[in-house]
């Protein structure tokens, strides 16, 4: 799954007046946007995240400022670093995710897939690894 999660650089337009960035679901992203949320005001040390979703697709852009976010499949882990206003993660459902090191002014743009569900969420790291590990066997036993 790590593989799933990658970079997505959005179309510009500008000119002398600034800059504009275009994101529209089912053609920039892979998949109708039916939540959006932001996370601003984090100090440096802290972490968010810290959960998998079992159906939920995500897009993370830095709209302002700076953060790192460290993706895990329970076998493999990445990290991005998101810093220009243009470029966003894909994060595929079932990938681990952990959101830190945010600048002072840093405002996180999130487009989830899925309307907010807290059933499907997994935040227990041990859960998480224990859900992938089986998934994982029984698909080797096919």
């Known amino acids: 799954m790590i593989e799933q999660c ?63 976010v460290k993706v895990d499949d329970g076998i493999n882990q990445k990290i991005f670093r998101l810093d220009r206003p243009h470029i966003g993660i894909y994060l595929p459902k079932m990938v681990w995710k952990d959101m830190y090191d945010f600048s002072h002014d840093s405002v996180l743009l999130v487009l989830a897939s899925e309307h907010y569900d807290e059933n499907e969420y997994i935040r227990s790291y ?11 066997e029984e698909e080797t036993l096919c």
């Open 6 to 68: 990658r970079l997505i650089e959005f179309p510009q337009k500008g000119d002398d007046r600034g800059h504009l960035v275009i994101v529209e679901g089912n053609q920039d992203i892979p998949f109708e946007i039916k939540r959006v949320f932001y996370i601003y005001g984090s100090d440096k040390e802290v972490i968010r995240g810290k959960h998998a979703n079992y159906n939920t697709e995500f897009v993370l852009i830095n709209v302002a400022g700076t953060s790192k």
């Open 126 to 136: 041990s859960k998480y690894l224990e859900i992938v590990r089986k998934k994982f």
